[in-house]
């Protein structure tokens, strides 16, 4: 059972536009949210959080939204750049209980130059 | 400062043999943390520590799957007869408090024939 899903395997985004990236949850216990970066090779590298009692949390040029009704989140990088290109996954916790991180399958992201 | 380091780096054994993943996390981290990420797949959490214990074995995916912690540092993760669908990359993160953001090593490529 696919409790965090990234419909989209793959993304690519000129360079200096925004690249948007997506993922859903059906799980109502998660109430954090993480996006990772992963490059070949290497671990993945922590991007941007949220909390279930925010909407919107930003830094730099990246920016989570989160939309609790629809249990959707979603990543903006504005302006995109070349160094931005790696597999993006989106990651789920649930306070009470486990202290696992739940992942989608990942958006691999392309920026053209 | 030095980041979650794992080794071998890449490990290719025969089928039916016992292997040995290591991971060594950061000084001071507390929670410790196994995953693995089969082929296009997300990451699949196998199991958790606080300290030198366990709370979390939930993810192990048979008893072949085993995992000890030993001085609040370095664990082992031991996989006994492999099996070809074993073949994944074995990832160790680490946190500082039970809660907080998951640092990634780079990963053991385990590949079974």
């Known amino acids: 059972d696919q409790q965090v899903k990234q419909n989209s395997p793959s993304l690519s985004v000129q360079e200096g536009r925004i690249s948007i990236l997506n993922c859903d949850y059906t799980?109502?216990?998660?109430?954090?949210f993480l996006w990772y970066k992963k490059y070949p090779a290497e671990g993945p590298t922590f991007l941007i959080s949220i909390s279930s009692i925010k909407d919107k949390n930003e830094d730099g040029r990246f920016t989570v939204f989160l939309n609790k009704s629809a249990k959707h989140l979603s990543l903006h990088i504005v302006p995109s750049q070349p160094g931005d290109s790696a597999v993006y996954f989106c990651?789920?916790?649930?306070?009470?209980?486990?202290?696992?991180?739940?992942f989608g399958q990942g958006t691999r992201l392309t920026i053209n130059p | 400062g030095a980041g979650v380091s794992q080794s071998p780096s890449n490990k290719v054994t025969e089928k039916g043999k016992d292997v040995e993943l290591r991971c060594d996390p950061i000084s001071g981290h507390t929670a410790l943390y196994w995953y693995r990420q089969r082929l296009g797949q997300g990451l699949e959490f196998l199991i958790y520590?606080?300290?030198?214990?366990?709370?979390?074995k939930s993810g192990l995916p048979s008893d072949r799957f085993s995992a000890e912690r030993t001085g609040e540092s370095v664990s082992t993760l031991t996989i006994q007869r492999t099996q070809q669908e074993d073949s994944a990359v074995y990832l160790c993160?680490?946190?500082?408090?039970?809660?907080?953001?998951?640092?990634f090593g780079p990963g053991t490529r385990l590949t079974v024939l």
């Open positions: 993160a680490s946190s500082q408090q039970r809660y907080n953001e998951q640092f």
């Open positions: 990651a789920a916790r649930a306070f009470q209980g486990a202290q696992k991180l739940v």
């Open positions: 799980n109502s216990m998660f109430d954090y």
């Open positions: 520590f606080q300290g030198n214990s366990a709370p979390d």
